[in-house]
């Protein structure tokens, strides 16, 4: 009976996002979010597990898929086999608990980098929405183990981003916030003072089109940006100190009523924009005061509830999750997206990728 449900439809948790920008490569899952696909080493370790490493041999590929289960969040641990085949190797608790926004059907996190790697550490990090917390885990050996859960400093976080030792989570319930710790080794400590609030006007649980989709750096990393999807339809960017605070307010730039979902960057530091209410890219420059320039009208894929958005290489890949289906665009040097083809290659999924 919500009038706006027709039209952006249930979106399946799921984040993805360059490793070469220092971000999580993931991968759509029913009921399920992906993390990185990653080339992992195993290793001897000190009886610490984590200093004086011996030579290591490769192990392959691995996928990380964290459960989001209210009963008791969990990573899920892949092989990648050559040929496309995952194995399933070892589940890890999280230490937390899944979470499920409202109104929400089967996407009950409704966010992007939910799970990030951070190939410079080999740490995971983990939001646990149900709990309220954020979880570290290391994947130094073959194994990946828990080493530390930390309040997330609010309440329902759902997506998490990481600059070099600064990592900011997004919490999505009621005002919404974002909260910032450093990495002291391979430990989370809280910056005193650096919650930020979004101003929102959620529920707890929030619901799933109104809550925030995603938190990111900017390329360079002085900024830090937070879309509101439905919301304020709204990219809200806050500039980064060299000391790791944000600025008191964010700098706000409206996107119509777009439903700005999940965003990356380019590699000439263009940010590219998922608008799920118009299933389209939609990519901005980056100009002084956190302030936003459009460089493109809203491209459209002609699907549905167009969500999360992966680049690898030249293409930028999209998941439709009302239309059960993945897209793909190109970005030119100016900004502009273009549909791969004309059409995008939309390409059938089961549903709700």
């Not at 409704?110 to 290391?138: C, E, H, I, K, M």
């Not at 919301?231 to 060299?242: A, I, P």
Request: with cysteine; aromatic share 6%.
């Amino acid at each position: 009976g919500h009038p706006v449900l027709s039209t952006i439809p249930s979106c399946h948790k799921e984040n993805i996002v360059n490793t070469r920008l220092r971000r999580s490569l993931t991968l759509a899952a029913t009921g399920a979010l992906a993390a990185a696909a990653i080339t992992t080493t195993a290793t001897s370790a000190s009886a610490q597990g984590l200093s004086h490493p011996r030579p290591s041999r490769p192990v392959g590929q691995s996928v990380f898929v964290q459960t989001n289960d209210p009963a008791g969040n969990q990573i899920d641990v892949f092989t990648a086999h050559r040929d496309g085949r995952l194995s399933l190797r070892e589940a890890v608790s999280t230490g937390g608990l899944g979470g499920q926004t409202a109104e929400s059907g089967t996407d009950h996190l409704a966010s992007q980098d939910a799970l990030v790697y951070d190939a410079n550490r080999r740490l995971l990090f983990a939001v646990n929405a149900g709990s309220n917390t954020l979880s570290v885990l290391s994947t130094q050996s073959h194994q990946v183990r828990l080493l530390q859960v930390v309040p997330s400093g609010g309440s329902f976080p759902v997506s998490v981003a990481v600059e070099g030792s600064l990592v900011y989570v997004l919490n999505a319930a009621g005002t919404g916030s974002v909260s910032g710790f450093r990495l002291l080794g391979d430990q989370l400590v809280a910056l005193p003072g650096s919650t930020r609030s979004l101003g929102l006007a959620n529920t707890t649980p929030p619901v799933f089109l109104t809550a925030p989709g995603e938190v990111g750096f900017s390329p360079n990393g002085t900024e830090l940006i937070v879309t509101t999807k439905g919301s304020t339809n709204s990219l809200d960017v806050f500039g980064v100190n060299r000391l790791g605070y944000l600025s008191s307010a964010p700098t706000v730039t409206s996107d119509g009523n777009n439903v700005p979902f999940a965003f990356v960057s380019t590699p000439s530091g263009q940010l590219v924009v998922a608008e799920a209410g118009t299933s389209a890219l939609h990519s901005y420059a980056f100009g002084p005061g956190g302030t936003l320039t459009s460089l493109s009208t809203s491209v459209s894929d002609q699907q549905a509830a167009l969500c999360w958005i992966a680049a690898a290489g030249r293409y930028y890949y999209v998941a439709n999750a009302g239309s059960a289906d993945v897209s793909a665009y190109t970005v030119a040097a100016d900004g502009t997206p273009t549909l791969v083809d004309g059409t995008g290659l939309p390409t059938a999924t089961s549903p709700g990728p």
